[in-house]
Structure formats: structure tokens, C-alpha cells
């Protein structure tokens, strides 16, 4: 079974830090990395933590002493992976449609760069020609993932190079003297059905033939982690069984000998977040009663934007008959956690414990209504640590200036 944090605990550390505050268990995000080198033994694998999903400092320095990489969305993720201590060969920068100064400047610290438009890779080669390798980022034209919100490689999609335009990207290598090493696809997040990887993959192959000093696949993130109670996540082993395979055929027919990397998120540092908050109040309007706590969309919006399920705990009175709540925040917005939850009794006072929070929780938190961004602690080894305070009154007014 995997390790998860006891109600007694998540009491504990409410008491301690007060709510509302994010929990990290550090043991759990070792075991989702070991889980995926287990299942890929034998394939020649690389995995980058997509640090968008959470980059307290902390947790980067964590993930780099489990011996995994990194991939970032932006430069400065780029620079605080640096700063937790990663070296520029192992960190991975994935954006899109940034500007080619920000792609020099990645360049200029030495790691990994694939490329998402044509543009971009014309201003490389004609810049870098030959002299430094990367990626492109390909739309594989493929409709994935659990809404088309987080769905990133379908035909509409501005992430990219439409596989269309591949010639394209030919005729820029050719004119510059572009080192193609990687291509790359992400095609969405929670993506349960690992053939829509096999897809990818067959998507990829097809055009592998035009890039001679290719080395790289590169298949993105998104493996799916369940939220609902009796969900499945993508079948991690399956998926490792189906990329072996393909990659060995692919091998053993063209004689060439391709690394496969992937960039998970969710995967590593979903399921190891807990969002623990406070009930403010109960309220009884009309069939609907409402548990009120003390914390909104500001502080996780997955529900809001995306519709999203988080499992829902009342650890304070786990005991009590289950009734039907709407849970809802408190922020000037219809900010609602969850509709018809069949929770245990909800007092005022009673401490609710959302799921899954690791991953796009405090990473999407905002300071809407000018409420303060919660604390993060992280717990390792059975200890809880403050890994980030609660905002102040200051952070509101940080690098406001006196204009009138
Ligand atoms: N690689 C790239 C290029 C990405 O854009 C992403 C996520 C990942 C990897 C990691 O995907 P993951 O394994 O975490 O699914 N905020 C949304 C998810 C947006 C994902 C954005 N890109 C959510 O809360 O569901």
C-alpha cells in the first residue's frame, strides 16, 4: 500500500500551522518515482519532474535527491531548479511561445531546450546553427487528456508544431544547420489510456526517418492519478511494458537506438499533497447545506476551472452520519469545492482535508480578495516542516509603490 499522512497527523499539523495549509508528504513522492523506475527497468529511460505541478524550493531539492530530473515551463523555474542544486544536464526546459531571448538565455545556462514553433527554431539555428542540440516540440494532432482545457496536442491546439508543418522544420534544419536531438509531445494531462501514448509513439516513428542525429523521444507528462475513490490511474506498468516494445522493434527494424523521456507532474507529487481547511460555517438554505470553510477558488481552483473531483475528508469527526454538503469557499465568486458530497457531519470548527492537492493546488493558489497564500509544510521521516510561511499584510503590498 502506499504511504499516506493519518488523520492524526493532518490534525496535528492543522493545530500547529493553522488552516488553511498545504501538505506534502515527502516519502509518497519517492514511491511514485520508484513505482515508474521499477516498471521501466530495462528501457533506456529518463523521467523530469515537471515542476510547474509544484516548485516550493524544498521540494525540487527533494526531488533531486531521489536522483530524478527536472523539466520547467519558464526560466525562472529554470533558474530555481539551478539554485536547488540541479545540474544544467539534467533540467529540461519544455515552454511555449516564448520569446527567443528567454530560449538564449536557457541556452546560455547549458540545459536541455525544446522548441515550440518554427519561428523560434529558425532564430536558433540561424543563431546556434549546428553548435548546440534540441528538441521540437510536435503537435501530434491527438485529442487527450481529462478536458479539453488540459488537453495540449489535439488539432486545434497552440502548443507545438502541427506535425503538418514538418517539412518545414526540415527545410529550417537544412537552411541553418539545426542539431535536431529530440522530438518531443505532450498531448495532455491525465491521460488514462496508455494507447494514446502507443499513439504518440507511432505518430513520432513516422517521422523519425527525416532527423538522422535525432536521440531523444521525448513523450511528455500526463500520466492520469486517480481522484475519485474508484478511479484508475494509467496502468504505469502497462504503459512501461508497450514503450519497451515499441522501442525494441523499432530498434531491431531500423538498427537505431533511441532514449525515451518523460516529464511527469501529477504523477510524482499529486497524490502526496494534502489542502487541509477550516470550517467557518454551516448553513442551511433551502435542501442545501452548506459547509462554509475558510479558503476558495484563491487557494485551489482544480474544482472551479476544471471541474475538477477532489475526495473530500472531515478528519475531525470521521465517525459522524453522513450527510449531503455543498462545500464551498469563501471568496466573492461562486467558488464551490464540491456539490452533494455525502460527508460525515460537518461542524463548525471541523477541519476538511482535500485530496490530491500535491499537484496545480498551491502552484494556481492567488491572492484574490486580498487573502493571504496558505503555508506549505512538508512532511519527511514522520516530521512536519514549515517549508513556507503564510503570506503577511506585506506580501500584499510587496512592490506596490506610492504612484499618487
Ligand atoms: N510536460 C509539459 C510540456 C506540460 O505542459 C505538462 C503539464 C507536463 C509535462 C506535466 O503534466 P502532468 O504529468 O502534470 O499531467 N493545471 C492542470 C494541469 C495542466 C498541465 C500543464 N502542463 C491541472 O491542474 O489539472
Redesign the pocket.
Given at each position: 500500500m502506499p504511504s499516506t499522512l493519518q488523520y492524526e497527523q493532518l490534525n496535528e499539523i492543522a493545530n500547529q500551522f493553522k488552516t488553511p495549509v498545504y501538505v506534502y508528504h515527502a516519502e509518497r513522492i519517492r514511491e511514485q518515482y520508484e513505482k515508474l523506475l521499477t516498471a521501466f527497468q530495462g528501457a533506456d529511460t529518463r523521467f523530469f519532474y515537471?515542476a510547474?505541478?509544484l516548485t516550493n524550493i524544498n521540494i525540487l531539492k527533494y526531488i533531486l535527491s531521489i536522483g530524478c530530473n527536472v523539466?520547467c515551463?519558464s526560466i525562472n523555474e529554470v533558474i530555481l531548479a539551478i539554485q536547488a542544486g540541479f545540474v544544467p544536464k539534467n533540467i529540461l526546459y519544455?515552454s511555449n511561445n516564448i520569446s527567443f531571448e528567454e530560449i538564449e538565455e536557457a541556452k546560455n545556462l547549458g540545459v536541455h531546450i525544446n522548441i515550440d514553433s518554427i519561428s523560434n527554431l529558425r532564430k536558433f539555428g540561424k543563431s546556434f546553427s549546428h553548435s548546440y542540440p534540441v528538441g521540437v516540440r510536435i503537435r501530434p494532432n491527438i485529442m487527450a487528456g481529462?478536458n479539453l482545457k488540459?488537453s495540449?496536442g489535439h488539432v486545434d491546439s497552440k502548443f507545438g508544431v502541427p506535425l503538418e508543418e514538418i517539412e518545414e522544420v526540415m527545410r529550417v534544419v537544412k537552411e541553418t544547420g539545426l542539431f535536431i536531438r529530440t522530438l518531443h509531445i505532450?498531448t495532455g494531462?491525465?491521460i488514462k489510456d496508455v494507447e494514446v501514448f502507443a499513439k504518440g509513439i507511432e505518430v513520432l516513428f513516422d517521422v523519425v526517418q527525416y532527423f538522422p542525429e535525432l536521440e531523444v523521444i521525448d513523450l511528455?507528462?500526463?500520466?492520469k492519478v486517480p481522484y475519485m475513490p474508484d478511479e484508475k490511474g494509467t496502468d504505469i506498468e502497462l504503459l512501461a511494458k508497450k514503450v519497451k516494445n515499441e522501442f525494441d522493434w523499432y530498434e531491431k527494424k531500423f538498427n537505431r537506438h533511441l532514449q525515451v523521456w518523460f516529464?511527469?507532474?501529477?504523477?510524482l507529487v499529486s497524490e502526496a499533497g494534502y489542502f487541509i481547511t477550516r470550517v467557518n460555517v454551516i448553513k442551511k438554505a433551502g435542501n442545501i447545506l452548506f459547509a462554509g470553510v475558510d479558503s476558495g477558488l484563491n487557494h485551489l481552483i482544480?474544482p472551479m476551472f476544471?471541474g475538477?473531483y477532489h475526495e473530500i475528508e472531515n478528519i475531525s469527526n470521521p465517525a459522524g452520519e453522513k450527510k449531503s454538503y455543498n462545500v464551498v469557499g469563501n471568496i466573492c465568486e461562486t467558488d464551490t469545492f464540491a456539490e452533494n458530497r455525502l460527508l460525515p457531519e460537518i461542524r463548525e470548527g471541523d477541519y476538511l482535508v482535500f485530496r490530491n492537492a500535491g499537484?496545480?493546488g498551491f502552484e494556481?493558489a492567488s491572492n484574490y480578495n486580498s487573502r493571504f497564500k496558505p503555508p506549505e509544510v512538508l512532511v519527511k521521516e514522520g516530521r512536519a516542516n514549515l517549508i513556507r510561511k503564510r503570506d503577511e499584510l506585506d506580501d500584499l503590498l510587496r512592490n506596490q509603490m506610492e504612484g499618487i
Open positions: 515537471a510547474k505541478a523539466d515551463s519544455t481529462g488540459i495540449t505532450h494531462s491525465e511528455g507528462g500526463g500520466f516529464e511527469p507532474g501529477k504523477f482544480r476544471y475538477a499537484a496545480y494556481m
